[in-house]
């Protein structure tokens, strides 16, 4: 048993004394039979609440950022922080790569949501530096027993759950999106389509309409509840022309899958993570999600770019409630 184990079992005994009704953080001491270490106990998730739209909310030491919303859409960006704080040692295993300036971008949408819908989108935001933490792995690979770390992993999906708590209990379904980016192949190839995770791997994408289109896909998609929420057949809303890979298509951002780009076919491409598992309706669940892996030409390089695609994003949302639900986002 290490130091790190040793503490948390201490830790989870004296826990309670954080669970009151505190707001902050407390510093103790526990003297364990190796020494006597300070450690910190958090107040209890949801201290910071009840959350009200248009109003931002921040995790501890402000890692992690939650702007409370009030219509149907999360918008999610685990990899696009630059805080590299020393109480947080750098992770050692996993990917660390940023993904650039998604955080800004996934702002623009927000702040373009706001003024074309008329509401708040529930955005939730990484501002650690991926070497820090991955908010979209599980715990484990995330913070790497980093006590810290784990703290803002934690306020991560903590605030996504209250939204989809929220969006459940008002709405009745929504759509989350997790906003990545995606570089250069090590030959130096450079993929400039967007790349939407359904959790279908490549292999499965690669396989015929007729295969695909059955319960057994669709339930382990991540779009599973808003395929039934459609009178489109499943393979429709995945790559047909009412798919959200060809609305962004015809929009002029070039999308796989989509009906113009069916399936990698030996490509390199993503089909969705952690965020996308958890938080999407593989496992029923009201609210549906699609991992959006974003080139950066175009899209990321600067404010003109991510501005103009704000706007491309938000037409094709609001054309995929139309079309799948027939009604607008905010009525
Ligand atoms: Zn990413």
Redesign the pocket.
């Known amino acids: 048993m290490n130091r790190f184990q040793l503490t948390l079992i201490y830790l989870s005994l004296f826990l309670y004394i954080g669970c009151e009704d505190s707001k902050e953080s407390k510093e103790i001491e526990i003297v364990t039979p190796v020494d006597t270490v300070k450690v910190e106990v958090f107040p209890a998730l949801g201290h910071d609440g009840p959350y009200q739209s248009g109003n931002i909310y921040y995790g501890r030491e402000s890692y992690i950022e939650y702007h409370a919303g009030n219509i149907p859409i999360i918008l999610s960006a ?2 696009g922080g630059r805080l590299t704080p020393d109480e947080i040692s750098d992770r050692t295993y996993g990917t660390l790569v940023t ?1 650039l300036n ?1 955080y800004e971008l996934t702002k623009t949408i927000m702040d373009s949501m706001i003024i074309r819908f008329g509401g708040y989108p529930h955005v939730i935001l990484c501002k650690l530096k991926r070497t820090k933490l991955d908010a ?1 792995r599980d715990s484990t690979e995330a913070a790497q027993e980093n006590t810290y770390a784990l703290r803002a992993w934690q306020e991560y999906h903590h605030y996504i759950d209250v939204a989809k708590e929220k969006i459940k209990n008002t709405q009745g379904s929504g759509l989350f999106f997790d906003i ?2 995606h570089g250069q192949n090590p030959d130096g190839f450079y993929d400039l389509r967007t790349w939407l995770g359904y959790l279908l791997s490549s292999d499965e994408l690669d396989q015929s309409d007729a295969t695909l289109n059955t319960n057994l896909y669709k339930n382990k998609s991540s779009i599973s509840s808003w395929v039934d929420s459609s009178s489109y057949t499943f393979i429709e809303v995945l790559r047909g022309k009412v798919s959200f890979g060809s609305i962004l298509d015809s929009l002029g951002f070039k999308s796989l899958p989509s009906l113009n780009d069916q399936s990698p076919a030996g490509m390199r491409y993503f089909s969705g ?1 952690y965020n996308t598992a958890r938080h999407g309706s593989r496992n029923n669940g009201v609210i549906s999600a699609i991992q959006i ?1 974003l080139p950066k030409p175009g899209i990321r390089d600067n404010q003109s770019t991510w501005s103009n695609y704000s706007r491309a994003i938000n037409s094709a949302i609001s054309e995929y409630y139309l079309i799948h639900l027939n009604r607008n986002i905010k009525n």
């Open positions: 685990p990899h993904d998604t979209n990545h980016g993570g892996e």
